[in-house]
């Protein structure tokens, strides 16, 4: 059957027509799909409901075809690995699309939609997702892979991120022969279980691929403590410290928040962290939330916390502290700090045995600025 779409305009405001959907999605009639250039083709697919171009895709060899020359734009490709479930997921506009790799004796899977052109038994649940059945457990990895070649061949994806729950072969896993660039890298091991890594499977994560946000509660094998710093990524987040030489600290220049929040950092450690900041590194840093070995009794307490920094009784107000995010259920006065590079103000917030510190950059002074007029 030729792939066709609707089409209402001979100019460039191109618009896909509703048509009523029924269990699963029909090949669009009305215009040549096949026969557009490039750039309107791409238009029009990109206009067309993830989940279509989607069964579209494994149903017609034709328009999968030109969907691989145009690409489909989705916002996240996830990889989620667990001891029971192999899944990818695609998030567009705030919709997420599910397809599983499963092992099912005697599945019921059609085997009318082709995966990489071979036909496969898959079971599709319109707009929620799809299983793709394996023929055993063990090989459910081999067909989440061809699920993997399958829609990256058709999609253009702006950030491929990964959960793992379980401990895997994590250096030969096949998802880094398609990317080694992580929005966040997840570890997650269940509750009441323990994940250890090896030195070298740290390394790797650190240092082979690029991970903008990586969440890791994990271990590692006899007490290793990982030794180059700075620490690189945009958001980082560890809920333990074990494996952190906390004399060696420091945090890359990308870093827009870091937290230390799940362990007690040495009160020099804190110190060192925040004076790095004053004296102009961390330019992007927002928020940093760090926990010290002592509770903030009274505002003498700690003290050492701010040795050789300078600080002062904040100049905020409470509706402009609230409106930043700064957290201000704790000791009282709160307190100011400022960069001697550049003058650019932080707020210092504490409570028990937490420390935190928010920066107002100048979009965030420009905001307060535009309010007060």
């Not at 509703?18 to 791409?42: I, Q, S, V």
């Not at 074990?242 to 020099?268: Q, R, Y």
């Not at 102009?280 to 040795?307: A, C, H, P, S």
């Not at 920094?309 to 409470?318: A, M, P």
Request: charged share 30%.
């Amino acid at each position: 059957m030729p792939c066709r779409v609707p089409f209402f305009s001979p100019f460039h405001s191109l618009r896909i027509k509703k048509y009523k959907r029924e269990k699963t999605p029909n090949a669009p009639k009305g215009f040549p799909l096949l026969k557009l250039p490039h750039f309107p083709l791409k238009d029009i697919i990109n206009q067309l409901e993830l989940v279509d171009v989607i069964y579209l895709t494994m149903k017609y060899r034709k328009f999968k075809r030109a969907v691989e020359s145009a690409k489909f734009h989705v916002d996240q490709f996830h990889f989620h690995l667990s001891k029971f479930t192999k899944k990818v997921a695609i998030t567009h506009q705030g919709r997420e699309y599910e397809i599983d790799s499963e092992y099912k004796e005697n599945n019921n899977g059609s085997a009318e939609l082709k995966l990489n052109g071979v036909a496969t038994p898959i079971r599709y649940r319109g707009s929620f997702g799809m299983k793709v059945f394996a023929d055993s457990e063990e090989a459910k990895m081999d067909i989440l892979e061809k699920i993997t070649q399958h829609f990256l061949s058709i999609l253009w994806v702006q950030t491929f991120t990964a959960r793992f729950l379980i401990k895997c072969d994590f250096e030969n896993l096949f998802i880094w022969k398609y990317t080694k660039k992580l929005g966040q890298l997840n570890i997650d091991p269940l509750v009441n279980t323990e994940l250890v890594l090896s030195p070298r499977e740290l390394h790797f994560f650190f240092e082979d691929i690029k991970i903008d946000e990586p969440v890791l509660k994990v271990k590692v094998e006899n007490g290793y403590k990982y030794p180059n710093y700075p620490l690189q990524g945009s958001i980082l987040y560890f809920s333990n410290l074990n494996f952190i030489d906390l004399e060696k600290l420091t945090i890359g220049s990308d870093c827009v928040l870091f937290s230390m929040t799940n362990g007690d950092i040495p009160n020099a450690c804190g110190n060192r962290l925040l004076k790095e900041w004053i004296a102009g590194k961390n330019e992007k840093l927002e928020k940093l939330m760090i926990r010290v070995e002592e509770w903030f009794e009274d505002e003498n307490n700690n003290k050492d916390v701010f040795d050789g920094i300078t600080t002062t009784v904040t100049k905020f107000s409470e509706k402009q502290l609230d409106k930043r995010g700064v957290w201000t259920v704790g000791l009282r006065p709160l307190l100011d700090i400022k960069r001697s590079t550049d003058g650019r103000v932080g707020t210092i917030s504490r409570w028990k045995t937490w420390v935190y510190l928010t920066v107002w950059h100048p979009k965030h002074m420009e905001e307060l600025e535009k309010e007060s007029k």
